[in-house]
């Protein structure tokens, strides 16, 4: 099979892709593959190929890796091409603080109020999470864990705050897939119950606490992972594609770790 063929595999144009201009389209898909991995860090994205993947001129795809540069997720090099922006530790931790700060002050927030649908709703979403860990179903635990930090952001419907968090947890959830153990998704279960158990009884601080902690779980983690690949973040030779068996271990390793 073409390389090229296997690259963009992922890419179409099908209805089935939710609605928006091109651009927004392409970015959406171009987006996913880069959090999940399938475009790892050091990719070189071609232009062309993609075009021809999706029958589209080379308008919208520009517009699309422009989005995604502003989002920390590409990098566009004068002369040389586009590339699958590397891991960076100190982004990383920027991105924490970034999260930490607005979606602390959200729980706490929340608590004041305590809103009862919504506690009802985190509290349902937190026994589906346990379900799926049970059931060492990621997929799904993903599916839950975005969706529990999403209720607490959409509780306050501060649009401009939900899109800063939003562009934060994109380039943070590229070092969860590598780190997403069922150990951690146990733990990060109840540190979830620990926020909604905090809000319920009005504990502002620690609910904050909770949440803090709950973040802050991922320093300590990516430190473990840059060390494990380095080849995945900064500094490294930019255009140079990440070693993708490397990672394919990792993952399989990661699949094999036991719950208890």
Do not use: W
Request: aromatic share 4%; net charge neutral; glycine share 4%.
């Amino acid at each position: 099979m073409d390389t090229a063929e296997t690259t963009y595999s992922f890419l179409s144009n099908s209805t089935e892709i939710p609605r928006g201009s091109m651009a927004v389209r392409v970015a959406a898909q171009l987006r996913g593959a880069i959090i999940d991995l399938r475009l790892p860090p050091g990719t070189m994205l071609d232009k062309s190929q993609i075009c021809a993947r999706l029958g589209v001129s080379r308008s919208p795809v520009a517009e699309a890796f422009a989005r995604l540069e502003s989002e920390g997720l590409l990098d566009i090099l004068p002369q040389r091409g586009t590339v699958v922006s590397f891991l960076s530790l100190a982004a990383i931790k920027e991105y924490i603080f970034i999260r930490k700060a607005l979606e602390g002050e959200t729980v706490r927030m929340l608590a004041s109020r305590r809103p009862p649908d919504l506690i009802d709703r985190l509290e349902a979403n937190v026994a589906a999470q346990r379900e799926s860990a049970r059931n060492e179903d990621r997929e799904t635990f993903h599916r839950l864990d975005l969706q529990f930090h999403e209720e607490l952001l959409g509780a306050l419907d501060y649009r401009r705050m939900k899109a800063v968090v939003d562009t934060a947890r994109n380039n943070l959830d590229r070092a969860r897939q590598m780190t997403n153990t069922i150990r951690r998704i146990t733990l990060g279960i109840e540190e979830h119950a620990d926020i909604v158990a905090a809000i319920r009884a009005a504990k502002a601080e620690r609910a904050v606490s909770a949440m803090h902690n709950h973040l802050d779980g991922m320093i300590s983690e990516t430190e473990v992972l840059a060390a494990r690949h380095p080849e995945l973040f900064v500094p490294h030779p930019a255009g140079r594609s990440a070693d993708q068996s490397g990672i394919i271990r990792d993952l399989a390793t990661i699949r094999r770790v036991p719950s208890t």
